[in-house]
């Protein structure tokens, strides 16, 4: 799979929107774009994925760049549960294991 | 179907021990995924399942490490002569993949992991 890059960490205040970007140059044309995330003593959870068109559920919304190398995680209004790792993952057509990078640590302030 | 969950969810064991770890994944759910995570680190990828056939190894599968998927629903994970390398959290995460599909698009859904420390 290709690599992604991501700031090692993000600081926000609560109920104000984060964007949390990632930059995937060497992207093929059937690598989607997934997000996962961790919250503390837990498994990964999925958020969204993508492959070109912008995308949005009830967790968050992905706006990919139309090139698509990079994308962004948008969470409308960041409350103290979404603190977590944040990451970033390029999953081939017919790939099968996702593969975890370092990923961006949110902070959310009070 | 309260997801996927692992048992133990901690072990703490002596270097040299073998150790057994066991997924249950969601019920309906083909594929099944083992991955590892130490302290700071994302996951890292060890083996994944189609039914009870075992499609593929990363090369960080030693080979005192074996996984099994029997009868295609729960599986198991054993660390033969455990070393303290081994201290990590094992994940494991179920799918569901249709081969008409693009498994691009098939989320994982994770359990909660079962921490090993190696003493």
């Known amino acids: 799979d290709a690599k992604t890059t991501q700031p090692n960490s993000m600081e926000s205040n609560e109920e104000e929107p984060v964007h949390l970007p990632c930059n995937h140059s060497t992207i093929s044309g059937t690598d989607y774009i997934h997000w996962y995330r961790q919250l503390p003593s837990q498994g990964p959870e999925y958020v969204i994925h993508?492959?070109?068109s912008n995308v949005n559920n009830r967790m968050a919304s992905l706006a990919i760049a139309e090139d698509r190398k990079s994308s962004t995680l948008i969470l409308h209004r960041a409350t103290l549960r979404d603190a977590a790792v944040y990451y970033c993952?390029?999953?081939?057509?017919?790939?099968?294991?996702?593969?975890f990078g370092g990923g961006t640590r949110l902070m959310v302030k009070p | 179907d309260t997801g996927v969950s692992q048992d133990p969810r901690h072990k703490i064991t002596k270097r040299g021990q073998n150790v057994t770890f066991r997924c249950d994944p969601i019920s309906e759910h083909n594929r099944l995924y083992w991955y590892r995570q130490t302290l700071g680190q994302g996951p890292e990828f060890l083996t994944y399942f189609q039914n009870e056939a075992q499609l593929e190894k990363s090369r960080l599968l030693s080979d005192r490490f074996s996984a099994e998927r029997p009868k295609g629903s729960f599986s198991t994970l054993e660390i033969q002569r455990t070393e303290q390398g081994d201290s990590a959290m094992y994940l494991c995460?179920?799918?569901?993949?249709?081969?008409?599909?693009?498994?691009?698009?098939?989320?994982?859904?994770f359990g909660p992991g079962t921490r090993l420390t190696v003493t």
């Open positions: 995460a179920s799918s569901l993949f249709f081969s008409h599909g693009t498994s691009g698009n098939y989320e994982q859904y």
């Open positions: 993952i390029l999953r081939e057509e017919a790939g099968n294991m996702l593969t």
């Open positions: 993508g492959l070109t």
